[in-house]
């Protein structure tokens, strides 16, 4: 008994025997009223991890299958001219790439997201606060970062409607351009002096696309009032027949060139309209030949195109018989203010005997 009251009197004097047995009990007692806590706790964050990347990997997988499932699908156009322009193979890949990496990152997102939530609570943390602070935050940005919420929400349904992609000619109403980027936030025009327009999604309220469909070719042809129309047409449509049989033409041009009829009709001109279907963004080329072609013809066929005809020398009058008059002159009348002011005074009576 001295021992043990001298050992507990000296604090550093080493644990005996007895004090490291009731530790170990005490240890062994705690452990195995936990250990089943514990156990439960883990098994319910593999259970969570486990079912989390079981579910992101079979979304993944669906998402990827309805992409694939896309870009096999194509309309009953496809395989024509039209339709090769209409659903373009490679177009149609990227827009499915592009819509399917968003997918894939959204639901990786809520998955991953939830599956964090459910761990925090199986280890009892209060996740109110956190929640709470999330949502506040959250408002605080989205009030902070609405264009960017808009811009991003925007380029999402540009891709996923396939308004637009690259290598097409749009007319986004704030640029015009060629489109060499298609984004999320900005989409990039190349204009037509070779800038470069960057324009926001969310800013775009309108879109024409011009290489989309099939684009149109309008001329019109003024020619003198008493030319004979069926002259003038027989020609545009031997013009127009002759423009479709020759290379790279037939190509360009996707309908016969049809001769409108009479567009106006002037006191000095008519105004007959020819008009053709091309491929989308060779109007203007097909417009140029057109008109190229209208003006040999009708110069070959003896048609006078308005505006060509020289002008009429006036006729010699002869001499202008008033060109040796003199102008009038206020000298002329003695009774106008010049002529008086100009008149000497008279000298009075008295001097004159």
């Given at each position: 008994?001295?021992?043990?009251?001298?050992a507990a009197a000296d604090p550093s004097a080493p644990p005996s025997?007895?004090?490291?047995?009731?530790?170990?009990?005490?240890?062994?007692?705690?452990?195995?009223?936990?250990?089943?806590?514990?156990?439960?706790?883990?098994?319910?964050?593999?259970?969570?991890?486990?079912?989390?990347?079981?579910?992101?990997?079979?979304?993944?997988?669906?998402?990827?299958?309805?992409?694939?499932?896309?870009?096999?699908?194509?309309?009953?156009?496809?395989?024509?001219?039209?339709?090769?322009?209409?659903?373009?193979?490679?177009?149609?890949?990227?827009?499915?790439?592009?819509?399917?990496?968003?997918?894939?990152?959204?639901?990786?997102?809520?998955?991953?997201?939830?599956?964090?939530?459910?761990?925090?609570?199986?280890?009892?943390?209060?996740?109110?606060?956190?929640?709470?602070?999330?949502?506040?935050?959250?408002?605080?940005?989205?009030?902070?970062?609405?264009?960017?919420?808009?811009?991003?929400?925007?380029?999402?349904?540009?891709?996923?409607?396939?308004?637009?992609?690259?290598?097409?000619?749009?007319?986004?109403?704030?640029?015009?351009?060629?489109?060499?980027?298609?984004?999320?936030?900005?989409?990039?025009?190349?204009?037509?002096?070779g800038e470069i327009w960057y324009v926001r999604n969310g800013e775009?309220?309108?879109?024409?696309?011009?290489?989309?469909?099939?684009?149109?070719?309008?001329?019109?042809?003024?020619?003198?009032?008493?030319?004979?129309?069926?002259?003038?047409?027989?020609?545009?449509?031997?013009?127009?027949?002759?423009?479709?049989?020759?290379?790279?033409?037939?190509?360009?041009?996707?309908?016969?060139?049809?001769?409108?009829?009479?567009?106006?009709?002037?006191?000095?001109?008519?105004?007959?309209?020819?008009?053709?279907?091309?491929?989308?963004?060779?109007a203007l080329g097909v417009e140029r030949e057109l008109r190229w072609?209208?003006?040999?013809?009708?110069?070959?066929?003896?048609?006078?195109?308005?505006?060509?005809?020289?002008?009429?020398?006036?006729?010699?009058?002869?001499?202008?018989?008033?060109?040796?008059?003199?102008?009038?002159?206020?000298?002329?009348?003695?009774?106008?203010?010049?002529?008086?002011?100009?008149?000497?005074?008279?000298?009075?009576?008295?001097?004159?005997?």
């Amino acid at each position: 008994m001295l021992l043990s009251a001298l050992a507990a009197a000296d604090p550093s004097a080493p644990p005996s025997i007895q004090d490291a047995q009731e530790k170990a009990e005490n240890a062994a007692g705690w452990v195995e009223e936990n250990w089943s806590t514990w156990l439960a706790v883990g098994l319910r964050v593999l259970l969570i991890l486990v079912i989390a990347t079981v579910l992101r990997h079979f979304i993944r997988k669906a998402i990827t299958k309805f992409i694939e499932r896309m870009n096999r699908t194509a309309p009953a156009l496809d395989g024509t001219a039209l339709g090769g322009l209409l659903v373009n193979a490679e177009r149609r890949r990227q827009r499915s790439e592009a819509i399917g990496s968003v997918l894939r990152s959204v639901a990786s997102f809520v998955i991953l997201g939830t599956a964090a939530l459910m761990i925090l609570g199986a280890f009892e943390i209060d996740l109110a606060p956190l929640l709470a602070s999330a949502g506040v935050a959250g408002v605080a940005l989205g009030f902070g970062a609405r264009n960017l919420v808009t811009d991003f929400l925007s380029g999402v349904f540009m891709i996923i409607e396939d308004q637009y992609g690259v290598g097409d000619s749009i007319d986004a109403g704030v640029a015009s351009g060629e489109v060499i980027e298609v984004g999320l936030r900005v989409t990039k025009l190349r204009g037509d002096n070779g800038e470069i327009w960057y324009v926001r999604n969310g800013e775009v309220k309108r879109i024409g696309n011009l290489s989309q469909g099939w684009a149109t070719a309008m001329v019109d042809v003024s020619v003198r009032p008493d030319e004979d129309l069926e002259k003038v047409r027989a020609t545009l449509v031997e013009v127009g027949e002759e423009l479709a049989k020759e290379e790279p033409w037939n190509e360009r041009l996707w309908g016969p060139v049809e001769v409108l009829g009479l567009d106006a009709v002037y006191l000095d001109s008519m105004v007959v309209r020819v008009s053709a279907k091309t491929m989308p963004g060779k109007a203007l080329g097909v417009e140029r030949e057109l008109r190229w072609r209208i003006k040999q013809a009708f110069d070959a066929a003896g048609i006078r195109i308005v505006g060509g005809v020289p002008p009429v020398a006036a006729e010699d009058a002869g001499p202008d018989p008033a060109a040796g008059v003199a102008a009038p002159s206020a000298y002329a009348s003695p009774t106008s203010p010049q002529s008086v002011a100009a008149t000497p005074i008279a000298p009075p009576p008295n001097l004159a005997k």
